[in-house]
């Protein structure tokens, strides 16, 4: 595809259900990050892949998230026994390799509310 | 771990007016980005800055990086709706460095 690719974009789950989000990043892109964005805030970095290698997960709030890319290129970001504090945007962004100043293209984001 | 600051959080302004937003912070960058966020979608790239001192004009908006690579600034001039938006900075590491994190942003409302 042209660009990024989050799904679904709206995601409504109660308190304890188990979630899954997607994220297709563009074709060849070997970084993968995902951030978490409480309204009116910046993104909240959590964990950054590298091809399929998870180098950083330091940005993981708990031991209920968990994020994998077996490939190396989808990605999916799980989140077990989901919070009514978990409800936030969450943000894909790619990039062609991890390096300084590579510009990062982000996806348009899921929208969780949990209830 | 740095502190990062953007300033103000919130700026509202009438169509044709100037406008000058902040990012700040204790540490050195090797470079930074300014990304903006419109309601609903993903951060979208406007400038890298890399060398201190350096200024980058982008149509209306000028972006500067401070000397010392502590700060860097974007300023509007004669603000349009279109510009209204979520403005995020992001230091960036050195050389092999993957590190994109985000300030918390000031958010534009530039009213016709």
């Known amino acids: 595809g042209a660009g990024v690719s989050q799904s679904p974009r709206y995601k409504v789950a109660k308190r304890g259900q188990d979630v899954a989000l997607r994220c297709d990043p563009i074709s060849g892109h070997v970084s993968l990050f995902w951030y978490q964005q409480a309204l009116g805030q910046g993104p909240e970095f959590l964990t950054y892949f590298q091809n399929e290698a998870q180098l950083d997960k330091s940005g993981l709030p708990s031991d209920r998230f968990f994020a994998e890319r077996p490939e190396g290129s989808v990605s999916t970001l799980k989140i077990q026994r989901t919070q009514q504090e978990d409800s936030a945007v969450y943000l894909c962004?790619?990039?062609?390799?991890?390096?300084?100043?590579?510009?990062?293209?982000f996806g348009q984001g899921t929208r969780l509310t949990v209830v | 771990t740095q502190l990062l600051e953007q300033s103000p959080q919130f700026l509202s302004i009438q169509e044709g007016e100037n406008l000058t937003v902040y990012c700040n912070s204790s540490s050195v960058f090797s470079s930074l980005q300014w990304y903006r966020q419109e309601p609903g979608e993903g951060p979208v790239l406007l400038v890298t800055v890399v060398t201190g001192g350096e200024v980058k004009k982008l149509k209306r908006l000028t972006f500067q990086f401070g000397d010392a690579r502590k700060d860097s600034s974007l300023h509007i001039t004669a603000a349009q709706p279109g510009d209204t938006g979520l403005y995020l900075c992001a230091p960036r590491g050195g050389a092999g460095s993957y590190q994109l994190t985000f300030g918390k942003g000031t958010k534009l409302s530039v009213i016709p």
């Open positions: 962004a790619s990039a062609v390799q991890g390096v300084a100043y590579t510009e990062a293209f």
